[in-house]
């Protein structure tokens, strides 16, 4: 993850849970054509799992999955 310009925060939704055990995070990062996929567990301070892509298509089918499930995913701003 290199580039010239600032990784750009595109999307974060949250599963409207709080706690360290229970919430979760997903967020969609775009750097200069890369999109990358960050799933956080635990809040700030708990686990993070990243995945990079090459499409933005290929990322946002990531997040897709990631918020499949029985949560109520909000959008944060």
Known sequence: MCSTMAMEKRKHYWNGRWGRLARHDVLLYEDGGQWMVEHRTGGVEGRT?????????????????????????????
């Open 49 to 77: 799992q990243w995945a990079e892509y090459d499409l933005e298509d290929a990322a946002l089918d990531r997040v897709r999955d990631l918020l499949a499930g029985g949560d109520e995913w909000r959008e944060l701003l």
